[in-house]
């Protein structure tokens, strides 16, 4: 055991900070980067070109489409190296994370040529389409409607959830072409242009008050035959790729973490002695540090496999489950820790991060599969257990019984 | 980067499945339990045949002159079949306490007897049904002679020596006490686990040997439950995986309501927070045996985040598994309870899991770098 770089990794590792040296600020003591500016998305824009022209938007492309052919480990460390620069997040994962990885498999070497480099450098921004308003959890529940007309398709219906789709310029799309056919054979999957005639985009307002979510309906939107990603009913089989992506996307629950509990306990008040030496605080924050450094320890085992070349086991599939409860308690701990005046919204950074953390969790929760389904996953795939039997099996979908 | 272990490691670690696997170590843990032994004396034997008792005892006596690692995978599969030995307390505290404290002639003496298992050594530290600590320690150790009587000591009758946690004009120090003396009255206790024994053990001025230093007893033996809570975490890790993988097979194979039970949501999501549980215990527990096998200045938080972890891993998985049996998981007859109460036997035997929180946070406290 140990924790260093091979030679090899060490040098890129270099190579790696060199650049961000050069082309952006460190982060400060506080543990998250942060922005003024004013216009979040030119920012962003910016640094991912940025890093598109020194080749670091899409390392583990191939270099025709912008990347430079990085090995699994290499992304890890360039992201670890990353993470310690104050740079912009949150815009382009969706659309690198999930709409790539399905673009490079199905779609043509044309396509590709043409939407995946500009998708790396940030120019053109995608966002995912598959959620609905009775297709959650269910996703294969959905009930958007394509009709075929000649060498296009008509699309009629409503997308849900998706991020960005107020700001993106393209999006990837699961549709029922044949309600006739059983729930999982009935889907065709498309590629869109979200300013495409017949899109609207309607931001959704969460419990957080802010809007980073939409609902997009679709009226008659005309999308090509060569839009197409996969054959005719191939949709599902298309969609799981996506969301295996979007579950290794997911990650880490970004927010008030443990060390912030615990730096805030030092020096909060709590009837008249320091909160840290309340007994109950003291045995949550152990609690909390075992498991953000499980988290953190199980990535290190991750790591040391792709490092090795092997394949990784399951145990990365726990992150979700574990980051997004742990940032909630830690919300709601932080948000107890000022007893009667827990209520009020004082100009204080850590409170507000507590706040932040109590109201996002429970998004983040739901986000990307929710707790229960993340669990299915887990029994299912790794521990072998068999699936729910089904109400919906072998039906065709127009005769699934759904409520309403 | 390699959070992992080696090949040799993990061969060592299969040999060592195997090996208990076909001595039917699970089977030889019910039988002590049943017949109130103190241990299995033929597979502690064979135990000592195979070397393990001198995995970490340095070449130049006789030992394998390996590190805490290959301990680590070893520990790891006696928790996984309930080794009813000695293990943990002549191993993984006594003869740590020998390598680390005891002077060159204390060692020659010592060492080469563990490694044969002529001396079979225990930790005694608790005297009253509280936690032991700095202040209440009533064992007193004049001119080398110890008096006092400690309760729940692991293995004690099986033990030829004990290592004694001691007050003295000077402050608490560790004593050596070999057995042998008439001057040491050890008795039989009843315990929730009887599948290792407990006893009481009485010192009447009895000859005892310093280990290390006549002052800093207290953070002497500090010292050794960081290292063996490492350890102990693997054999808990072991525990814990055991328990999940007798609960999922039988959630496969029990039908209620016309189909398999492990296709309910509610006995899916109970082993799905089982895994959660051990993968962190297990990353956590990787960590504390590279920070062991290292010596490094982070092992106390370490060892303590790894030994929070694997308690609540074993508490979880062995209390699920019965729940998942149903009422077989609550008979005699099914193996379910010899996890839960293994499980208890190691949350307790190095310090309760509430006193290892404390004790994560308290050296987050001291760490200047949290």
């Known amino acids: ?45 910016q640094w991912q070109k940025k890093k598109y022209d020194a080749g670091w938007a899409m390392l583990h492309w191939p270099k025709e489409y912008g990347g430079i052919a990085a090995s699994p480990i290499e992304r890890i460390i360039w992201a670890e190296e990353e993470s310690k620069f104050n740079v912009p997040r949150g815009i382009f994962e969706i659309g690198l994370g999930m709409c790539g990885p399905v673009m ?127 054959a005719i009913g191939d949709g599902w089989k298309v969609a799981i790729t996506t969301l295996m992506n979007e579950r290794l996307a997911v990650g880490d629950a970004n927010g008030a973490d443990v060390k912030e509990a615990f730096n805030w306990a030092k020096k909060q008040d709590d009837s008249g002695e320091y909160l840290i030496n309340n007994r109950a605080t003291r045995e949550s924050i152990a609690d909390w540090y075992c498991e953000a450094n499980g988290l953190k320890n199980t990535k290190l ?10 394949t990784p086991g399951p145990e990365a599939s726990i992150t979700k489950i574990v980051s997004a409860n742990k940032l909630q308690d830690i919300g709601n701990f932080g948000i107890d820790s000022l007893d009667m005046a827990g209520m009020l919204k004082p100009e204080n950074n850590e ?8 109201l996002g969790a429970p998004g983040l929760r739901i986000a990307g599969g929710t707790d229960e389904i993340l669990k299915n996953i887990i029994s299912e795939r790794v521990l072998g257990l068999p699936q729910d039997p089904r109400a919906d099996k072998g039906l065709p979908f127009k005769d699934i019984p759904s409520g309403n | 980067m390699n959070l992992d272990f080696s090949d040799d490691q993990k061969f060592l670690q299969s040999e060592a499945r195997k090996f208990l696997e076909k001595e039917g170590s699970l089977n030889r843990s019910r039988k002590v339990l049943e017949d109130k032994q103190s241990i299995d004396k033929e597979l502690w034997n064979k135990i000592v045949e195979l070397g393990w008792t001198g995995i970490r005892i340095p070449e130049e006596y006789g030992g ?52 044969s298992g002529d001396i079979i050594g225990t930790l005694a530290v608790t005297e009253d049904l509280f936690a032991p600590s700095k202040t209440n320690i009533k064992t007193l150790t004049d001119n080398n002679l110890l008096t006092g009587r400690k309760i729940a000591v692991p293995d004690a009758e099986i033990a030829t020596h004990s290592l004694v946690v001691s007050n003295s004009t000077s402050g608490i120090c560790l004593r050596l006490v070999d057995h042998s003396s008439d001057s040491v009255i050890i008795e039989h206790q009843d315990t929730i686990d009887e599948s290792r024994g407990h006893f009481s053990v009485e010192y009447n001025n009895t000859p005892s040997i310093l280990i290390g230093d006549d002052s800093n007893g207290w953070d002497f033996y500090e010292n050794l439950l960081d290292q063996a809570a490492v350890l102990f975490s693997f054999e808990q890790i072991g525990g814990s995986q055991a328990s999940l993988d007798m609960a999922t097979s039988y959630a496969k194979e029990r039908y209620a309501f016309g189909r398999q039970i492990g296709s309910f949501q509610a006995i899916k999501h109970k082993l799905a927070d089982m895994y959660v549980a051990i993968t962190l215990a297990k990353s956590n527990s990787y960590y504390a045996a590279w920070a062991l096998s290292t010596d490094s200045s982070d092992l ?71």
């Open chain 1, 301 to 310: 085992r991750t790591m040391s496999a792709l490092s090795k070349g092997e």
């Open chain 1, 104 to 230: 490079m498999e199905y779609a043509t070497d044309e396509q590709k040529e043409r939407f995946l480099p500009s998708m790396a450098e940030g120019t053109e921004i995608w966002c995912q389409l598959f959620s609905e308003p009775s297709a959650g959890s269910d996703v294969a529940g959905l009930r958007s409607k394509a009709t075929q007309d000649g060498d296009n398709w008509i699309i009629n219906g409503q997308k849900v959830w998706t991020s960005g789709a107020h700001f993106c310029d393209y999006g990837i799309l699961v549709v029922r072409h044949d309600p006739n056919l059983e729930k999982h054979k009935g889907m065709t999957f498309f590629f869109v242009d979200m300013k495409s005639q017949g899109i609207e985009v309607k931001p959704i307002k969460q419990i957080t008050g802010g809007s980073s979510f939409n609902e997009v309906y679709f009226t008659d939107v005309v999308i090509p035959d060569s839009q197409r990603l996969g």
């Open chain 1, 351 to 358: 409170i507000q991060s507590f706040q932040n953390a109590w």
């Open chain 2, 300 to 370: 106390s938080v370490a060892s303590a985040t790894a030994r929070v972890s694997s308690t609540k891993a074993f508490q979880l998985c062995s209390k699920e598994n019965i729940q998942t049996h149903g009422g077989n998981g609550f008979t005699w007859e099914y193996d379910c309870h010899l996890y839960y109460k293994r499980s208890k036997l190691l949350s307790v035997n190095i310090g309760s899991l509430s006193n290892w929180k404390e004790k994560l946070v308290s050296g987050l406290e001291k760490s200047n770098t949290y």
């Open chain 2, 64 to 115: 394998l002159g390996l590190g805490h690692l290959e301990l680590c995978v070893v520990a790891e599969e006696l928790g996984r079949y309930l080794a009813p030995v000695p293990f943990s307390s002549s191993v993984y505290l006594f003869t740590e306490a020998i390598i680390k404290y005891a002077d060159e002639e204390v060692k020659q003496d010592i060492l080469p007897r563990l490694i």
């Open chain 1, 1 to 45: 055991m140990d924790f260093n770089d091979t030679t090899e990794q060490a040098q890129f590792r270099k190579t790696c900070r060199e650049w961000l040296e050069q082309n952006a600020e460190p982060k400060s003591s506080s543990s998250r980067e942060s922005f003024s500016d004013i216009d979040f998305l030119e920012v962003a824009k």
